[in-house]
């Protein structure tokens, strides 16, 4: 089945380095969708990417989709401690009514 | 605007008995999908409903069954629960009938003991 893999699996970094994170897919998808999860909690929507090569910014994260349309990264500046959590990528296979997750990338970042 | 409500936050059963979760959208969406969480199959697709209507559905047994009401709410139900069934369940809202943006409640926490 269609298989979203994100890198890497898990980082460890110090307060105030940059971040940067992706997934990667053998299929093509025109949406592509970045969450964050905290423990316990539901999936938080960080960014939704529309247009592939179009970099898209929330705050401090930046985030896109490639061309190919089959890969999209991350980033993230200036880490603070509250950005500790699972992210995940998310796409939407066309017609299919569902979303398919990534395998998620576990950020700590130490202070 | 409220988020997505999920009740209960918490539950505890015990192997064989049937329980029934439930998803309040956002209001104004008509798209709920359920998702199971565990640790080591992450996070995989239950079903989907638009409208009262079941759009697709994912590899789970028939113990696993839902609905959505006219109001866009809806329920998840587990029958003759098995220790396996222990997860996270989430519940997301989207707005119309294409899917686009999913916002996920804070989930149910299901222990089968």
């Known amino acids: 089945g269609q298989q979203l893999n994100q890198s890497p699996q898990s980082m460890f970094i110090q307060e105030g380095e940059d971040v940067s994170m992706n997934c990667t897919s053998s299929?093509?998808?025109?949406?592509w969708l970045w969450y964050k999860q905290d423990p316990g909690e539901g999936p938080v929507l960080l960014i939704a990417?529309?247009?592939?090569?179009e970099l898209t910014s929330n705050g401090r994260l930046t985030a896109q989709f490639g061309i190919t349309r089959k890969d999209s990264f991350l980033n993230i500046s200036a880490s603070i401690p509250s950005d500790v959590g699972i992210y995940f990528c998310?796409?939407?296979?066309?017609?299919?009514?569902?979303?398919?997750f990534g395998t998620g990338t576990r950020l700590k970042v130490l202070a | 605007k409220a988020g997505v409500t999920q009740t209960p936050r918490y539950l505890i059963k015990t192997r064989g008995q049937q329980v029934t979760l439930s998803c309040s959208p956002i209001?104004?969406?008509?798209?709920v999908s359920w998702y199971q969480q565990t640790p080591g199959q992450g996070l995989q697709f239950l079903f989907e409903?638009?409208?009262?209507?079941?759009?697709n559905k994912g590899n789970f047994p028939g113990r696993f069954s839902g609905r959505q009401f006219s109001n866009s709410r809806s329920e998840m139900n587990v029958s003759t629960l098995e220790l396996g069934d222990s997860a996270l369940y989430l519940c997301?809202?989207?707005?119309?009938?294409?899917?686009?943006?999913?916002?996920f409640g804070q989930g149910t926490r299901l222990t089968v003991v």
């Open positions: 299929s093509i998808f025109n949406t």
């Open positions: 990417l529309y247009k592939a090569g």
């Open positions: 998310a796409v939407i296979p066309r017609g299919t009514y569902k979303y398919i």
């Open positions: 409903y638009f409208s009262e209507t079941q759009r």
């Open positions: 209001s104004g969406h008509r798209s």
């Open positions: 997301a809202s989207s707005t119309g009938q294409d899917l686009s943006e999913a916002f």
